[in-house]
Each structure stands twice: as C-alpha cells, then as structure tokens.
C-alpha cells in the first residue's frame, strides 16, 4: 500500500472512533487527495461542524476541490462560506483565488485590496498577492491599476520573472515603453527558459514591434515548450502567415482549435482560418484579445 492509502486508513478509522475529530477529517482530506479521490476528500471535509475551530480552513479547502471537480458555483459559495467564519489572511487570499481563476475579476480585486491594506499596514507587502491583484486588475480593463500592483511587486521582488514578463508584455503590447518592456521580458526568459508563456511573450513582443522573422524563431520555441497551449500555437499561425507561410499559419490555427480555446479566442481563429490576416499595417493584435500578461 501506498503512504497516503495507509494514511487515509489511519484517519478513517480516528475519524470513525471521533467523527466530530476535525484533524481527523482535515488529514483524511489530504490523504483521498493525494489518491485523487476528490469526492471522498470532499466529504471528509462536509463533516467539519461551522463552529469548529478548523471550519473556516474545512471549507476553504473544499471550495478548492468542488473547483476541481467543476462546481464553481458550488465552490464560490463554499469559499463565501469560509470567509463567514473567518477574515483571516490565508482564507481571504485563498477566497480571491478562486474567484479570479473563476473570472470574477471584480470580487477578486475586492478581496485583494482587504489583503494588501492590511500588508502595507503591517510593512510587510506581499508581491505575490500585488500580482494577483494586477491580474484582476486587467481582466477588468484597469491596466494603469495593473501597473502600479506589478511596479510595486517588483519593488518588492525585482528579479522575479512572472512579473517582469507580465510587466514588460503590457508596455511593449500597448505600445508603452516598448524598450523597457522588451529589456523586462528578455531577463524573463534569461531567467525561466523552460517556461513556454515567458518564452511566448517574447516572440509575441517582437510580433507587436513587426519584427516577424525573430517572432517565428522565438515562438517555435515557445510550441515546442507548451505544444498544448492554444494560445501559443495561434501567436505562431499569426507569425508564420506575416512572413508569406500561409498553409503552415493555417495549420497551427487548426491545432489551436482542436486544444479547445477559450469562445473568444475560438472565433478569432476560425475567422483567420475564413479570411487570414488582415494587411500588417491595419492589423490590431490588441483588440484580438490575444496578449497574455
């Protein structure tokens, strides 16, 4: 047996002897979720009473694995659940998580901002959350609010690739500080080669700039990296097709489609996939939604 059956069967049976031991149920949790038993984890942590000391840490993890299983809504109202219990540090970030990787931007940056008053009134910022909250922050169309969170993260962390890369792209894409941006996304890569997006934003940044040919180079790279990242594979169609390679520009739209994009990156692909690009000089990559941050 392995160490997580043998531990799970350790904590059923604590769990049997004390069914309100809520350690017990938090431990067996981990243990069916290390087996990838989700479910059984699930209701492992459905036994854990509200007025448990461990209730708010229950129910925050629970949101996590019904988000898993694809129960948002079911996962949202767990994560509202936690925070009911408990306005604690780790539930509220946790809280804005789920909520941004759900496309909730404006409840995320919400939760985020609750986070981050509370870091600068202790001294002590966290550049993690002030990216997150810079994520939110542009899926919700603020860039000059990303900014500021990605320029005090790096105040905070200066060499920390994520944000360089998430940084630079938003300058070079929007025509802003096109040098600086490119310099941040360069050490990026310098610092992470292996990492396909950071790679990507590069041959994309050279892409925004018309330098077709670098871009080509630089995001072959980047597919042989993520080869199931539809946006990867689309940014490489776009490149081939500006330097005159239309039928392998054609396949690479096709493939990004079978890794089954998001809806509106579907219809941008199958409108290439009619029509082609439009000549370089009126194409507008922004409006395509096709940067990534």
Known sequence: ????????????????????FAPARMMLADAFGEQDRTEDAIAALHGVPANSPWGADARIEEAWLLD??????EALAAADQAMALSRRRDILVGAADLYRVNRNDKQAAALYDEVIAADIASGHPDWRVLFARASARNGLGDWKGAEADLLAALAVEP????VQNFLGYGWVNRGEK?????DLI???????????YIVDSLGWAHYAIGEYLQAVEILERAAELSPSDPEIVDHLGDAYWRTGRETEAAFEWRRALELKPGPVREVVLRTKLDKGLPPASKANYANAQQGRP
């Not at 047996?1 to 309100?20: F, G, N």
């Not at 898993?68 to 809504?73: F, L, R, S, W, Y």
């Not at 360069?186 to 396909?196: H, L, S, Y």
Request: hydrophobic share 35%.
């Open 1 to 20: 047996r392995s160490s997580s059956e043998i531990a799970a069967m350790r904590q059923s049976i604590a769990v049997y002897l004390d069914p309100s």
């Open 68 to 73: 898993k299983i694809d129960k948002p809504a």
């Open 159 to 162: 060499d920390r690739p994520e």
């Open 178 to 182: 096109v040098k600086e941006g490119m």
């Open 186 to 196: 360069q050490k990026a890569v310098d610092a992470r080669p292996d990492q396909g």
